[in-house]
């Protein structure tokens, strides 16, 4: 239940849009309740085998529906991004655009990326704020993972495990290097922080709101609520996001690639499919609510990192990046695997 009222908009603008899914409730459900804690600590143990990264014992697990999943998440943004809500609302009411209306424009905002979301996402481990006293947890929307192995024709228990190992892989990175957390909080603080929106977005966001145009798509348009405010540090910022993000994401499809080619017959087909659908739930919406979204290369550029470093200098040489934030692989250091290995090796 939110009793928040500047969420309880996003939270209708999301749920509208989230939809359902009619075996959402059926005894498919049930069947995934059952047998996700099992797949996620089998998950668990063998990516702890697989990389050496220690997460102390299995998180807990969360069978969740769509509308669970959008109240989750306005927690966490809603959290994350005050600062810049406050901000754009004070300086649309300086240009004449009432206190009520500035809430409803970064309510609709947030409403209709996690609306969207909330259909797409199949697992999320919960990367809590590090001032939350949330517990160590993976989510899975039953909704959208039926859904998805019905209409791809896929084995259910094949499938499911492949989700639980793609969240379990996730968690090993953040929970087997102690680090990670907190760094990836401050630079996502670095994204939200405060500045001067940009003048010319703003008239043209006041513009947008005295026409009318807020019911279709976001009043933000492609920069995203902090398009507004981007500084070039920001941007800087941004650049380590989507280096580190590149890293996890290429480091985790090597490690589910090498346990699924073991563990799993119809692991390639899988794999393939995640490749299409690869986004962390919480980084793609805070990339997306930037207006600057990191692009399908960059995952893949991921991938070629860690092979490329594993060709070079063996396995064990990929663990170099978990020693500190300055060992992490710059943007132009993921391209370029060799001058990252003279740097920290």
């Given at each position: 239940m939110i009793e928040d009222p500047r969420l309880e908009q996003a939270a209708r603008v999301a749920v509208r849009l989230a939809g359902s899914y009619p075996l959402a409730d059926s005894y498919h459900r049930l069947?995934?309740?059952?047998?996700?804690?099992?797949?996620?600590?089998?998950?668990?143990?063998?990516?702890?085998?697989?990389?050496?990264?220690?997460?102390?014992?299995p998180p807990a697990v969360a069978v969740v529906d769509r509308r669970a999943w959008i109240e989750r998440?306005?927690?966490?943004?809603?959290?994350?991004?005050?600062p810049a809500q406050e901000e754009v609302g004070r300086?649309?009411?300086?240009?004449?655009?009432?206190?009520g209306l500035a809430?409803?424009?970064?309510?609709i905002e947030m409403g209709l990326l996690l609306g969207v979301l909330s259909r797409q996402v199949l697992g999320q481990y919960e990367l809590v704020l590090p001032s939350s006293e949330a517990g160590d947890e993976i989510s899975l929307p039953a909704p959208n993972i039926l859904e998805f192995e019905r209409r791809r024709q896929l084995r259910p228990a094949e499938f499911r495990f492949w989700v639980a190992l793609h969240e379990a892989t996730h968690r090993l990175q953040f929970a087997g290097v102690p680090w990670l957390r907190?760094?990836?909080?401050?630079?996502a603080s670095g994204l939200v922080s405060v500045s001067q929106p940009d003048r010319s977005r703003l008239s043209l966001l006041v513009s947008r709101v005295r026409q009318g145009g807020l019911n279709a798509r976001s009043p933000f348009g492609?920069?995203?609520?902090?398009?507004l405010m981007a500084?070039?540090?920001?941007?800087?910022?941004?650049d380590r996001v989507q280096a580190l993000m590149s890293l996890?994401?290429?480091?985790?499809?090597?490690?589910?690639?090498?346990?699924?080619?073991?563990?799993?017959?119809?692991?390639?087909?899988?794999?393939?499919?995640?490749?299409?659908?690869?986004?962390?739930?919480?980084?793609?919406?805070?990339?997306?609510?930037?207006?600057?979204?990191?692009?399908?290369?960059?995952?893949?550029?991921?991938?070629?990192?860690?092979?490329?470093?594993?060709?070079?200098?063996?396995?064990?040489?990929?663990?170099?990046?978990?020693?500190?934030?300055?060992?992490?692989?710059?943007?132009?250091?993921?391209?370029?695997?060799?001058?990252?290995?003279a740097r920290v090796g």
């Open positions: 069947a995934l309740e059952e047998a996700a804690p099992g797949l996620v600590e089998r998950a668990g143990r063998l990516v702890e085998e697989e990389t050496g990264l220690s997460g102390g014992g998440n306005l927690a966490f943004f809603s959290t994350l991004m005050h300086r649309l009411e300086e240009e004449g655009v009432g206190e809430q409803r424009l970064t309510a907190s760094y990836f909080f401050d630079l492609e920069a995203g609520l902090l398009g500084t070039p540090d920001e941007l800087r910022c941004l996890l994401e290429g480091h985790g499809h090597v490690v589910m690639d090498r346990i699924g080619a073991r563990e799993l017959v119809s692991w390639r087909r899988m794999s393939q499919m995640a490749a299409r659908r690869r986004d962390n739930p919480r980084v793609a919406a805070l990339l997306r609510l930037t207006g600057l979204e990191m692009k399908m290369r960059q995952y893949e550029e991921g991938r070629e990192f860690i092979l490329a470093v594993e060709r070079r200098a063996g396995r064990s040489a990929v663990d170099l990046a978990w020693e500190s934030p300055d060992a992490l692989p710059t943007r132009a250091e993921i391209a370029d695997p060799a001058s990252w290995l």
